[in-house]
């Protein structure tokens, strides 16, 4: 049997042609009904917002990050929690910078594999060159560009989601 994590779907801005579709795919991944309380976006006009916990097997999170991969003009972010013998993940999309996808530990921090670190180190350079291979590794630009959404739905409604089957 497959362990059981969790971890939540943000839907930073979307359409709201958008929002069936997005509700689609996660259900699709989910194998459960999802009805999204989606709720207006204060940093876009005529964008929409919704937050999703949701409980499934290792690998959902990268299942909804997939699911919702290439569509334009949605940004959102799915985290899955560190569980037992694997990792944890964030995977961030903006339209302007496609999606980025990190390892996190058990309390949500990005964790940047030895190889890139060394890569970086021996790639030579200025210390600006080193800072811009992390800032990449950390995905720095994706936090940038996501953090007026992040903001914009303080105190949004959670609603939870559990995969069956």
């Known amino acids: 049997m497959a362990a059981i994590t969790r971890g939540v779907l943000f839907v930073h801005s979307a359409t709201r042609a958008m929002c069936p579709h997005i ?3 996660a259900q699709g991944v989910l194998s459960s009904r999802a009805s999204f309380d989606w709720t207006e976006q204060p940093a876009g006009p005529n964008l929409f917002r919704a937050e999703v916990s949701w409980q499934g097997v290792q690998g959902t999170g990268a299942a909804l990050a997939s699911a919702l991969r290439g569509w334009e003009h949605v940004r959102y972010e799915v985290t899955e929690d560190a569980s037992y013998g694997c990792d944890g993940g964030r995977w961030s999309h903006t339209p302007s910078l496609g999606i980025f996808h990190a390892a996190t530990d058990v309390h949500g921090n990005i964790v940047v594999p030895e190889d890139r ?13 080193f800072k811009r291979s992390m800032d990449l590794a950390l995905g720095v630009a994706w936090d940038e560009e996501l953090e007026p959404f992040r903001y914009a739905g303080s105190g949004a409604p959670v609603r939870w989601l559990h995969r069956v089957g």
Do not use: M, N, Q, V
């Not at 670190?117 to 060159?129: H, K, N, P, V, Y």
């Open 23 to 25: 509700e689609w795919a």
């Open 117 to 129: 670190i060394r890569s970086a180190l021996e790639a030579g350079g200025t210390l600006a060159d």
